[in-house]
T-cell receptor
C-alpha cells in the first residue's frame, strides 16, 4: 500500500460545480497535512494546511479524518482557474523531516 | 522579494557529464530539500538538510550529491552515475518542526534533459 494515495483523475467538472477529492495515508503517526496546487510545468504551491477541526478558506474546505486516515478537499463554485493538479502532502514529525507526496489529482474545469 | 531561487531553469546535459543545480533561499529557513518529479508521478525526495554541514539521503539519493556549507544554499549535483536524470527538479525549504509556519515552499524548478 502506498504511503499516500490519491485518485489521479482526471476529473472534468463544469464551471460552478462543487468537486471533492480524498487522499488516504497509511502511517497513523502522521502529524501534519497539506493540500498543494500544481499548475502544468510549474512548482507546487501551498493551497492550505489541514487542521484536525477542519478549515475553510473561501471556496475551499479541507477536512481530516484521523480514524479513517484520510483528508479531503472540497471546492465550491469551481472556476476555470481552479484547473490544476492537487497534491496531498503528509508529514511525520519525528525530529527528522519526512514529507510524503501523493501523485496528485488532476482537475479540469470546463466552461 | 523573499523566496527560493533555482537556477538554471532549463539545462541540457550530455551523457557522462556532471551538472550542478543551484538553490538559494532568503527565508531564513533551517531545512532545505531536493525533490525530483517525473511525468505523472509524485515528488520523490533526493536529499534533505536540517542544519548547515549536515544532510540526509532521501528515497532516491543514488547518483546525486549535495552540500550545505551555508544556511541559504543547497546545491544539487547530478552525477554521471544517475542513469535516468531527465526530470523536473524542485528545491524547497521550510522551518523546522515545532516552529511556526513549518510548511514547505518550493522554488520554480529546474528542467534537466540529457541529450
Amino acid at each position: 500500500r502506498k504511503e499516500v494515495e490519491q485518485d489521479p483523475g482526471p476529473f472534468n467538472v463544469p464551471e460552478g460545480a462543487t468537486v471533492a477529492f480524498n487522499c488516504t495515508y497509511s502511517n497513523s503517526a502522521s502529524q501534519s497535512f497539506f493540500w498543494y496546487r500544481q499548475d502544468c510545468r510549474k512548482e507546487p504551491k501551498l493551497l492550505m494546511s489541514v487542521y484536525s477541526s477542519g478549515n475553510e478558506d473561501g471556496r475551499f474546505t479541507a477536512q481530516l479524518n484521523r480514524a479513517s486516515q484520510y483528508i479531503s478537499l472540497l471546492i465550491r463554485d469551481s472556476k476555470l482557474s481552479d484547473s490544476a493538479t492537487y497534491l496531498c502532502v503528509v508529514r511525520v514529525n519525528f525530529g527528522n523531516e519526512k514529507l510524503t507526496f501523493g501523485t496528485g489529482t488532476r482537475l479540469t474545469i470546463i466552461p | 522579494d523573499g523566496g527560493i531561487t533555482q537556477s538554471p531553469k532549463y539545462l541540457f546535459r550530455k551523457e557522462g557529464q556532471n551538472v550542478t543545480l543551484s538553490c538559494e533561499q532568503n527565508l531564513n529557513h533551517d531545512a532545505m530539500y531536493w525533490y525530483r518529479q517525473d511525468p505523472g508521478q509524485g515528488l520523490r525526495l533526493i536529499y534533505y538538510s536540517q542544519i548547515v554541514n549536515d544532510f540526509q539521503k532521501g528515497d532516491i539519493a543514488e547518483g546525486y550529491s549535495v552540500s550545505r556549507e551555508k544556511k541559504e544554499s543547497f546545491p544539487l549535483t547530478v552525477t554521471s552515475a544517475q542513469k535516468n536524470p531527465t526530470a523536473f527538479y524542485l528545491c524547497a525549504s521550510s522551518s523546522l518542526p515545532g516552529q511556526e509556519e513549518n510548511t514547505i515552499y518550493f522554488g520554480e524548478g529546474s528542467w534537466l534533459t540529457v541529450v
